[in-house]
């Protein structure tokens, strides 16, 4: 959409006093003045305007009216009040993503202090095991039992410490695994909400944008029809002077006319 005023269109506007040149008397050749006299037409003196024949003066025109700088000065605070409006959304989008991470930081340190509290106390639960199968080999061993009693309970705990320290390393794979994933499906799916957020307010942004530039169009286009039949009007008021002032000239001229040939006949006589 320009900026063009109308009287600044492609197409020139034209004038509808200009009905083409008078002809020009020859040089010496005898014409009518204004005061009814006979003069020669290398001395005429200017002959009238359309301007001096009108009873009043014609009014402004009609495209010197025109609200550029208002609808300007419309679009540029709409603009504005758009920019504002996507700053204070992404400003809130951004407040509220730090608080869901805060949210989300927070929850991983409880899961994470959860997780530590659920594996002490299950090297405590094995420590204790662990405790009484020893107090319960001491046992035995002070009763002088075999040698080999002894060792295959050495063995025994042996193979249970290996079994508790395999345990115990599985526990915080999938501990550690469990963790990640919690970890990555939140991130995606703040991810993918922010994204969301971002689509519905451009699209809203979108949307306002197109129905500021709706209404503008149907204001210009009020306006130019507005201004057309003003024009409209002006011109039929143009070709009524130029009638008025072409009949008025007329009867000047019979008048001049019917003075000269009364004065002539007067001369002859």
């Known amino acids: ?28 050749e005898l014409v009518w003045n ?3 006299g006979v003069t020669n037409a290398a001395s005429q003196p200017p002959r009238a305007t359309a301007q001096d024949l009108d009873p009043e003066p014609l009014p402004h025109s009609v495209t010197e009216e025109t609200p550029v700088e208002v609808i300007d ?8 009040e758009l920019a504002r409006r996507r700053t204070e959304a992404f400003e809130r989008l951004d407040a509220e993503m730090r608080t869901r991470r805060a949210e989300l930081m927070q929850s991983m340190e409880l899961q994470r202090a959860e ?10 639960l094995e420590r204790e095991a662990m405790a009484r ?18 060792e295959r309970l050495n063995r025994a705990l042996t193979v249970e410490l290996v079994e508790t320290r395999r345990r115990y390393e599985a526990a915080e794979v999938r501990l550690h695994a469990e963790f990640e ?26 949307s306002e944008e197109q129905r500021f530039s709706d209404r503008l169009l149907g204001q210009l ?14 011109e039929q008021r143009l070709v009524q002077w130029w009638d008025e002032a072409e009949q008025l000239a007329r009867q000047r001229v019979a008048a ?11 001369a002859g006589s």
């Open 133 to 150: 199968r020893r107090a319960e080999s001491d046992r035995l061993w002070s009763a002088e039992q075999p040698q080999n009693l002894a």
């Open 115 to 124: 997780a530590e509290r659920r594996l002490g106390e299950e090297l405590r």
């Open 181 to 206: 994933g919690r970890r990555r499906e939140e991130a995606e799916r703040l991810e993918t909400w922010r994204r969301s957020e971002r689509q519905r307010i451009e699209a809203e942004l979108a």
């Open 221 to 234: 286009k009020e306006f130019e029809f507005q201004l057309g039949e003003r024009q409209k009007e002006q």
């Open 34 to 36: 204004e005061e009814g």
């Open 256 to 266: 001049l006319l019917d003075e000269t040939l009364s004065k002539k006949s007067l």
């Open 1 to 28: 959409m320009d900026n063009e005023t109308p009287s600044q269109g492609s197409h020139p506007r034209t004038s509808l006093i200009r009905r083409g040149p008078d002809p020009v008397p020859a040089r010496g």
């Open 73 to 80: 000065a419309t679009a540029g605070a709409l603009a504005s």
